[in-house]
């Protein structure tokens, strides 16, 4: 197919949007209007935060709360149901596109267990805010409006996340920042695109790919793996990988070195915990590239902690087959 981009969308698609609320700093509160900092998450309901939006108020939207929760505090279950939820809506055919309405801290993760297992033919749009919904300049109102504008796009399909303007693909999706409102990256990959009052100019494909299916994550959440990350770093030492194996780990993720290099003593560790049969995954520790040579293994092009999220997936039994 020739390549059409960058591309421009005007026209948003009638139909419903479904906004999925789960917390985060974008429904935090503080007690000062100026303090940007020092909030609480998870204070609103997304039914307030549509309310801060007045743009939407005609507009054909669901709300629906699904969690609430600082997303430092992620975990299984809200995964889990999340994942359902967003299943059920997608399925429904009024609706165009999914919103969630998510923390910072864990976006990436969540991000890439949705595109995973869900793999949507539909626009599934992660939004955020690093400011709390009391703050002078929130950027949680415009985040929203320009994530419902992505979920309206014609043609739009994947998990994304909308933050300051710009949307960045589920797997190149990083927070590079600790309090800045631009606080996410796509790295070398760049932004898939920018959104320009409502309208989407995209610069790379959709995430696309098979989906691992929703039941992947189907079983009792107490019964899923346990993948643990490990840092190698001047001084490691191998007994924290010891007590991990010995613990029960079920898999383990190790954020290497520049292009993959271990400390010899956790090396040692690590090729012990292998031999036991514990699937030790390679990542980098640097914010930016990839892992780059002959025998760099499944999560070389990972963040440390979407390659915990890959691996707990690829340890979740397969109940239909899938890959
Ligand atoms: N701790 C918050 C969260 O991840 C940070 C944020 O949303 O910016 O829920």
């Known amino acids: 197919m020739p390549s059409t981009l960058p591309s421009t969308s005007p026209t948003p698609l009638p139909g419903t949007v479904v906004i999925l609320g789960t917390g985060g700093t974008i429904a935090g ?3 000062a209007a100026g303090d940007n900092v020092g909030y609480t998450a998870a204070q609103r309901t997304v039914g ?3 309310v801060a939006v007045p743009a939407l108020a005609a507009a054909a939207i ?3 709360q699904v969690a609430q929760l600082d997303s430092k505090d992620m975990d299984a279950a809200t ?4 994942a359902q939820r967003v299943a059920h809506h997608l399925a429904r055919a009024e609706v165009v596109g999914i919103v969630v309405t998510h923390g910072t801290d864990t976006l990436e993760e969540t991000a890439w267990l949705l595109q995973r297992v869900l ?4 626009p599934v749009v992660l939004v955020a805010a690093m400011r709390p919904a009391t703050a002078l300049a929130a950027d949680g109102p415009q985040n929203l409006l320009d994530a419902v504008a992505v979920a309206r796009t014609a043609g739009a399909r994947g998990v994304v996340a909308v933050l300051a303007g710009r949307v ?7 927070k590079v920042h600790t309090y ?3 606080a996410f990256d796509s ?9 320009e009052e409502g309208a989407l100019r995209r610069f790379a494909d959709w995430p696309a790919g098979a989906p691992l299916g929703l039941d992947r994550l189907a079983g009792d959440v107490a019964d899923w793996p346990w993948v643990e990350i490990v840092t190698s770093h001047a001084g490691a030492r191998g007994d924290g990988v010891r007590a991990l194996v010995a613990a029960g780990v079920n898999g383990l993720v190790v954020a290497a070195t520049g292009n993959g290099t271990l400390h010899q003593a956790l090396a040692e560790a690590l090729d012990e915990a292998a031999a036991a049969g514990i699937p030790v995954w390679r990542t980098t520790r640097c914010a930016a590239g990839v892992l780059v040579g002959p025998e760099v293994g499944p999560a070389a092009a990972m963040s440390p902690w979407q390659a915990r999220v890959e691996l707990l997936l690829q340890l979740l039994p397969s109940p239909r087959g899938a890959n």
Request: aromatic share 2%; net charge negative; glycine share 12%.
């Open 62 to 64: 669901e709300a629906e």
């Open 29 to 31: 509160t503080s007690a």
């Open 187 to 195: 790295g070398d990959a760049g932004p898939l695109g920018v959104v």
């Open 168 to 174: 960045h693909a589920a797997g190149a999706v990083r």
């Open 119 to 122: 793999a949507p033919a539909k």
């Open 180 to 182: 800045r409102a631009d």
């Open 79 to 82: 995964w889990q149901r999340l």
């Open 48 to 50: 307030d935060l549509l």
